[in-house]
Nanobody, 122 residues
Framework: QVQLVESGGGMVQAGESLRLSCKGS????????MRWYRQTPGRERELVAA?????????SDSVKGRFTISRDNADAKTTVYLQMNSLKSEDTATYYC??????????????WGQGTQVTVSS
């Protein structure tokens, strides 16, 4: 079973930075997509950023230019980061890591981490 563990959350002031990490373990395929989502109480989970194993990236408009998603150079298959700069109070949320990978017969597997809290005070 694939497991994802996020870390790096915390409480910061507006304008400061944080780097989140997501480390996967278990049967992770060499081709996958990893995504960061965030969620606040009473709202749907929102896609923040995504990266493929080919390092193609995608960002939501709300974080473009401030957040950077990347894969670990030594362990690209299982570990991703989210560098968050110029944080705003509206970035306050629980951040979740998600891994997507396809079985050779086409079935998609999806796995979620447990989340890490980011709180930005203004």
């Amino acid at each position: 079973q694939v497991q994802l563990v996020e870390s790096g959350g915390g409480m910061v002031q507006a304008g400061e930075s944080l780097r989140l990490s997501c480390k996967g373990s278990g049967p992770i395929f060499s081709i996958n997509t990893m995504r960061w989502y965030r969620q606040t109480p009473g709202r749907e989970r929102e896609l923040v950023a995504a990266i493929t194993t080919g390092r193609a990236t995608q960002y939501s408009d709300s974080v473009k230019g401030r957040f950077t998603i990347s894969r670990d150079n030594a362990d690209a298959k299982t570990t991703v980061y989210l560098q968050m700069n110029s944080l705003k109070s509206e970035d306050t949320a629980t951040y979740y890591c998600k891994l997507e990978q396809d079985q050779h017969w086409g079935a998609r597997e999806e796995y979620w981490g447990q989340g890490t809290q980011v709180t930005v005070s203004s």
